[in-house]
């Protein structure tokens, strides 16, 4: 995988409902506890028990130098992070490289699990079936990068199996996942939204694309086979159950902050503009 420093930044949850406890990303000079190998770490979680009991710590350092994401599935947090392997020859390039892992944070605990060498940086795992998606970034013989989703099979443990690979379109940005598919933006001469579906055993393939400006959107979030996007001054659902085509088109003011999903409606944040209802 290519280095460190070249890792994308996407806006990702800094708050994590995991069964009675509620976890919140924050930054802070000194915490109750620490996971990980770095003794003083700038990061980690504040827990507040949702119920009467008292949790071992109320501050959780996570101690990791390259720590690339957090992500919540089941009741368990989910660390992603990376090492710096040097540099290498790429295609007759001289490359940076880096390694990616995974570990499983019981935050109750708090305990770690073993880290568990991937193939990239975490999308999405369903803990019911041990399914892990992946992004991996590699380098091109032109020097340039191409990006992958993977998928492999990971038991909580140091070892996973490698089930399937596909290569993602060029300029690929923010991936958002869903029970049994992925999908990401592209932007090439106006903004293309794409889909790949999950299989249960691993298997991806492509499920559709569609042009949906000459100009920039946001990908928002996703449900199923709903894709939801800012674009301009209005909000898009875009329906992937088939060939992918516009359901849903609303014109709002302002700007969308977040997206959540009940049982019949997606809810969109407006701020001072209220709140933007959707169905799935």
């Not at 993977?150 to 140091?158: A, E, H, L, S």
């Amino acid at each position: 995988a290519i280095a460190p420093w070249y890792i994308p930044w996407y806006p990702e949850d800094s708050t994590y409902l995991l069964g009675d406890i509620l976890a919140l990303r924050c930054t802070a000079n000194k915490f109750d506890g620490v996971v990980g190998p770095e003794n003083e770490p700038y990061q980690g979680l504040a827990l507040v028990d949702l119920t009467d009991s008292a949790l071992a710590y109320s501050t959780l350092g996570l101690g990791f130098e390259w720590l690339t994401s957090v992500n919540a599935a089941g009741n368990k947090l989910y660390l992603s992070t990376c090492e710096s392997m040097g540099s290498g020859s790429v295609f007759s390039w001289q490359r940076p490289l880096c390694a990616y892992y995974i570990q499983e944070l019981d935050a109750a605990g708090p305990t770690l699990g073993p880290a568990a060498n991937v193939p990239g940086n975490f999308v999405a795992y369903d803990p019911d079936t041990d399914l892990l998606t992946l992004q991996d970034v590699q380098w091109t013989a032109g020097g340039d990068t191409q990006s992958f989703l993977r998928t492999v099979r990971w038991y909580g443990v140091g070892v996973v199996s490698v089930l399937d690979g596909l290569g993602l379109s060029d300029y690929a940005g923010q991936l958002v996942p869903t029970r049994n598919k992925v999908y990401y933006s592209v932007y090439d001469e106006g903004f293309s939204l794409k889909g790949v579906a999950v299989g249960p055993d691993g298997q991806l393939a492509p499920a559709g694309s569609v042009l949906v400006s000459g100009r920039w959107a946001t990908l928002l979030g996703a449900h199923e086979n709903s894709a939801y996007l800012s674009v301009g001054n209005a909000l898009a659902r875009y329906d992937f159950s088939g060939e992918p085509v516009l359901a849903d088109l609303i014109e709002v003011m302002g700007y969308p902050l977040d997206i959540r999903f009940g049982e019949q409606n997606a809810f969109v944040s407006m701020g001072y503009f209220g709140m933007a209802v959707l169905p799935l």
